[in-house]
T-cell receptor, first 112, second 109 residues
Framework: DTEVTQTPKHLVMGMTNKKSLKCEQH?????MYWYKQKAKKPPELMFV???????INESVPSRFSPECPNSSLLNLHLHALQPEDSALYLC???????????FGSGTRLTVV | GQNIDQPTEMTATEGAIVQINCTYQ??????LFWYQQHAGEAPTFLSY????GLEEKGRFSSFLSRSKGYSYLLLKELQMKDSASYLC??????????FGRGTSLIVHP
């Protein structure tokens, strides 16, 4: 298995909703990442988990809450989002510092 | 920041060769990634350069000059499916790579 799987692929949520994005990989990668990408912009790093511990939080608002239940799973819990949070949310993993990222296909999030 | 600079858009003809340049801030530099991203899809890894020189991988090659803070991605025998955004992503020290804004390549018949 050489993939990163993200669910759901599309999500529409209201500003008062609570939802979660899920990411799964079975490549044994010990670093996992959440990125946010707006249209025609590069991916922007949100969170990094290394060995299931949060190692980087790029000053992300608390309405985004990451969770790493085990070495294969990464969640992003969403609560009270704003319309400007609408974007493609990408999960990635990699084996080590010299390896490229393997990205999931992303979740297209629309906040209404 | 990394001061990453790459052209916003390039066009080329099917079968031709195109070179996409990227310049970046050299302080603490520790390697550079290139990614391809088709519209609406996730980025896919193309190459990683840490030493000076050219690395060839099929139709794609990537070049790095550490002293000049310069890299390029060379695409040969262009195909229509190569139309995509190409992201340059240098890393400093042990930090996470930072993505450039990307170069949108349009390949036409």
């Amino acid at each position: 298995d050489t993939e990163v799987t993200q669910t759901p692929k599309h999500l529409v949520m209201g500003m008062t909703n609570k939802k979660s994005l899920k990411c799964e990989q079975h490549m044994g990668h010990r670093a996992m990442y959440w990125y946010k990408q707006k249209a025609k912009k590069p991916p922007e790093l949100m969170f990094v988990y290394s060995y299931e511990k949060l190692s980087i939080n790029e000053s992300v608002p608390s309405r985004f809450s990451p969770e790493c239940p085990n070495s294969s799973l990464l969640n992003l819990h969403l609560h009270a989002l704003q319309p400007e949070d609408s974007a493609l949310y990408l999960c990635a993993s990699r084996q080590g510092a010299l390896s490229g990222y393997t990205f999931g296909s992303g979740t297209r999030l629309t906040v209404v | 920041g990394q001061n990453i600079d790459q052209p916003t858009e390039m066009t080329a003809t099917e079968g031709a060769i195109v070179q996409i340049n990227c310049t970046y801030q050299t302080s603490g530099f520790n390697g550079l990634f290139w990614y391809q991203q088709h519209a609406g899809e996730a980025p896919t890894f193309l190459s990683y350069n840490v030493l000076d020189g050219l690395e060839e991988k099929g139709r794609f090659s990537s070049f790095l000059s550490r002293s000049k803070g310069y890299s390029y991605l060379l695409l040969k025998e262009l195909q229509m499916k190569d139309s995509a955004s190409y992201l340059c992503a240098p890393r400093r020290g042990s930090y996470i790579p930072t993505f450039g804004r990307g170069t949108s390549l349009i390949v036409h018949p």
